[in-house]
C-alpha cells in the first residue's frame, strides 16, 4: 500500500494569494482528517471527513479555509487567500475504523 | 475547552535506561489515548494506544492510563539512541477506534537518548 499521499510536499507563496492543498487517502479508508502543525500550537485537527461527508469543520481557522472531498480517494484544503500566519506542515490522515489513523508526509507552506 | 499538556523537554535519558513520558488531559469525557512519535521532519506514527485504566504494554513500550487522575504515561524501557524523537500524546471522546474522531494531542515532549 502506498500511504497516505499528499502534494505537493513544498509550497512556497505570497500572501494573498491561493493555495490549495492535495491528499489521497489509503486505498479502503472511510475517515479523512486534516490537521495543522506549527510550533506555537502544535497539531491541530481542521476538519475531517466520513464518506466524503464533513463531519466536524469546528477547527478551520477562517472563512479562508475550505476544504472537498469529491469522491472517496481526494480531497483538497484550499487556503484563499492566504497570510504569512497559515505558514505550517499539513497534515492529511486516513483511518478505517477502529483502526489507527495513518498520517501522510505532510505539505510544509510558507506564505510570505 | 479540550487540552492535553505534556512537557516541553528537552527529556534527556541514558541509552539503556528508562525513558517516561506523561500527559495529562482536561476533558474528563476522553475515552481514548494514544502515543504518536514524530521524527524531526517527519509526521507522526502511531506507537500505542490504551482504552482502560492500568497498564498495556507493547513490546519495549508500556502505557499507562489513569482516568481518576486525567493522567497518561509512556515508559520506553532499554531505551535506544533511535528513540530519539518528540513523543505526541493524543486523546479522542470514542470508547473505541482512534480512527473514527478527531485527535486533540498535546504539543509533545522532545525525548534524547544519550548513547
Known amino acids: 500500500d502506498a500511504g497516505v499521499i499528499q502534494s505537493p510536499r513544498h509550497e512556497v507563496t505570497e500572501m494573498g494569494q491561493e493555495v490549495t492543498l492535495r491528499c489521497k487517502p489509503i486505498s479502503g479508508h472511510d475517515y479523512l482528517f486534516w490537521y495543522r502543525q506549527t510550533m506555537m500550537r502544535g497539531l491541530e485537527l481542521l476538519i475531517y471527513?466520513?464518506?466524503?461527508?464533513?463531519?466536524?469543520d469546528s477547527g478551520m481557522p477562517e472563512d479562508r479555509f475550505s476544504a472537498k472531498m469529491p469522491n472517496a480517494s481526494f480531497s483538497t484544503l484550499k487556503i484563499q487567500p492566504s497570510e504569512p500566519r497559515d505558514s505550517a506542515v499539513y497534515f492529511c490522515?486516513?483511518?478505517?475504523?477502529?483502526?489507527?489513523?495513518?498520517f501522510g508526509p505532510g505539505t510544509r507552506l510558507l506564505v510570505l | 475547552q479540550k487540552e492535553v499538556e505534556q512537557n516541553s523537554g528537552p527529556l534527556s535519558v541514558p541509552e539503556g535506561a528508562i525513558a517516561s513520558l506523561n500527559c495529562t488531559y482536561s476533558d474528563r469525557g476522553s475515552q481514548s489515548f494514544f502515543w504518536y512519535r514524530q521524527y524531526s521532519g517527519k509526521s507522526p506514527e502511531l506507537i500505542m494506544f490504551?482504552?482502560?485504566?492500568g497498564d498495556k504494554e507493547d513490546g519495549r513500550f508500556t502505557a499507562q492510563l489513569n482516568k481518576a487522575s486525567q493522567y497518561v504515561s509512556l515508559l520506553i524501557r532499554d531505551s535506544q539512541p533511535s528513540d530519539s524523537a518528540t513523543y505526541l500524546c493524543a486523546v479522542n471522546q470514542r470508547g473505541s477506534g482512534g480512527g473514527a474522531d478527531g485527535l486533540t494531542f498535546g504539543k509533545g515532549t522532545h525525548l534524547i537518548i544519550q548513547p
Open positions: 471527513f466520513n464518506n466524503n461527508v464533513p463531519i466536524d
Open positions: 490504551i482504552y482502560s485504566n
Open positions: 490522515a486516513s483511518s478505517s475504523v477502529p483502526r489507527t489513523q495513518y
